[in-house]
């Protein structure tokens, strides 16, 4: 027999249950009850008892002060909370402190109360067999069912005698039985301040006992593997069928939703028969599973892979057709811009449903990209430069959305770097605008073009290069092109029409004017001097 305990601070309630049904024909006996959760922590103490059930609302110490008491010293025994419709909210914060399920008063009626303590019934029942596998020693019976599918994960499903052993010592049948695979993303939001899905352990742990318990109450069979908040199942199951399976998923993703208000995205195969068909299956599953990539939003949603089709663009042609864009939103300093850019690109893998390698190699392009030209402003920075933890996110993440956060935290630290360093590597950029203007200055070179080559704004560079050269980069560009237009009058076949297109002036008439403006001169002026010294000081 199992112990019960009853908490309610209405003597009547506690009667009530005491009565409402046979206990001891269930498997159950009631072997305590108190008035408040001090006492119930009292008697709970005395009695160890299998299962709780406490009212929430009561005088001194409630039920959720009884509820956190005891799971912070027992994990196993059992808990469930008695509520009212318009005390629901409490109902949820004790499940989130570790209660096992709750019940309405009004509903408290034999068939109701029958059901709900078989359940429980059944989830001791399970618990005890697992703390006595294997000559009673305690394991964690879920870190063998997650070894087992990782291990034929990584032998492409070819079952061999360790395996085996395995699968026979936690009941999961590998002969005789129906198979299918599920893939459930858990989501309670991310949030664009860090970037990260909002899933703590704790939560990720209550949902993922809502699905063993989901799959148990069916006799499903299972083994999984997990990975942040992505799960991957292989069910089992001689009676297992489609709409079963789909109801079982349902099921668990509805109260999820209920108790901690945090959305199962699941993606599943249809039912198979016999081991042979595991790799074939598999391989489908784990290409289709993919989707779940663009699964981070509130909504449920439960999908057949043979619904699902992702497409593989040219990576190529998505880096020529956005990483110049987002080169150029940075060096102008333009968040916004950039933000704007990154929502763009995801929302043409998303509508496109493009194979999230793709998005991932389009990413990690992309950050090198950024690399590759801030570099030298991004050299000081230890959390910027760490490129392997970048490129370790794009590869882990596991929604679009979080990588999606993650980008735009990251571009605008970048461009933070970049207007902190103005002053300190000034002097450096302006070096590296003056090599670049006098390897291009005979072409029809501007500020703009400057600027989008060190990536940077046109408003910081026009102020730093005059700043440190007195004068601005336009006088520059022309006392340069002038310099070799000088040398080029010189020449015996130097004509200016030829001069000036190829010092890149649109037309003769501005070239002239530029030239008498620096040099105090006009074109003919100049070279008939040039001359006139030059036979001086061959007589």
Request: aromatic letters at 12%; glycine letters at 4%.
């Amino acid at each position: 027999m199992y112990k019960v305990l009853i908490v309610d601070d209405e003597v009547l309630v506690r009667v009530g249950l005491k009565t409402t049904i046979d206990w001891e024909a269930n498997g159950f006996t009631v072997v305590a009850e108190a008035s408040n959760g001090e006492q119930g922590y009292e008697q709970y103490q005395k009695h160890m008892p299998d299962v709780i059930i406490t009212d929430i609302k009561m005088p001194k110490k409630d039920g959720l002060w009884l509820v956190d008491a005891v799971r912070k010293e027992n994990s196993h025994v059992k808990i469930l909370v008695l509520t009212v419709y318009d005390e629901f909210s409490f109902a949820r914060k004790a499940l989130k402190a570790g209660a096992d399920d709750y019940i309405l008063k009004s509903e408290v009626e034999d068939e109701e109360l029958v059901a709900v303590m078989r359940s429980i019934k059944k989830k001791i029942d399970e618990d005890n067999r697992r703390r006595h596998i294997k000559d009673k020693d305690i394991i964690n019976i879920n870190a063998i069912r997650r070894s087992i599918l990782t291990d034929m994960v990584k032998s492409d499903f070819k079952i061999d005698e360790s395996i085996s052993e395995r699968c026979r010592s936690i009941g999961f049948p590998l002969i005789n039985s129906r198979y299918a695979f599920a893939g459930i993303s858990i989501c309670v939001g991310v949030r664009e301040k860090d970037g990260q899905p909002g899933i703590t352990k704790q939560m990720d742990n209550a949902v993922l006992n809502i699905l063993l318990d989901k799959f148990a109450e069916r006799s499903v069979e299972y083994v999984f593997t997990h990975q942040t908040d992505r799960y991957k199942f292989f069910f089992a199951s001689e009676e297992l069928v489609g709409d079963e399976l789909l109801k079982t998923l349902k099921s668990a993703a509805d109260a999820s939703k209920q108790y901690f208000d945090c959305t199962l995205n699941i993606v599943y195969t249809d039912i198979f028969e016999g081991m042979q068909e595991v790799s074939e299956v598999y391989k489908d599953f784990m290409e289709k599973e993919q989707i779940l990539f663009y699964k981070s939003g509130v909504s449920f949603d439960i999908t057949n892979i043979n619904s699902i089709g992702l497409s593989e663009p040219n990576v190529f042609e998505l880096k020529k057709q956005y990483n110049k864009q987002f080169i150029e939103a940075i060096g102008q300093e333009n968040k916004d811009g950039a933000k704007k850019l990154i929502h763009e690109v995801s929302d043409y893998f998303y509508e496109n449903r493009v194979n999230p390698k793709i998005v991932r190699i389009f990413y990690s392009n992309l950050m090198w990209d950024i690399f590759s030209n801030y570099g030298l402003i991004l050299e000081n920075n230890k959390e910027l430069q760490n490129h392997e933890y970048y490129h370790y996110q794009i590869e882990n993440i596991d929604h679009q959305q979080g990588i999606m956060y993650m980008f735009i935290l990251f571009i605008g630290k970048v461009i933070d770097e970049i207007r902190n360093s103005r002053f300190t590597n000034s002097k450096v950029l302006i070096n590296r605008a003056k090599n670049y203007i006098q390897y291009h200055f005979e072409e029809k070179i501007s500020l703009g073009d400057v600027a989008r080559e060190l990536h940077i704004s046109k408003h910081y560079l026009a102020n730093a290069f005059k700043k440190a050269t007195g004068e601005n980069m336009s006088l520059y560009i022309n006392k340069l092109r002038i310099e070799k237009a000088k040398q080029m009058l010189l020449e015996p076949d130097g004509r200016v029409k030829e001069i000036f297109e190829e010092l890149g002036y649109s037309n003769q008439q501005y070239f002239s004017k530029v030239f008498k403006k620096i040099t105090g001169m006009t074109v003919m002026e100049y070279k008939e001097s040039m001359m006139s010294k030059a036979n001086e000081s061959s007589q």
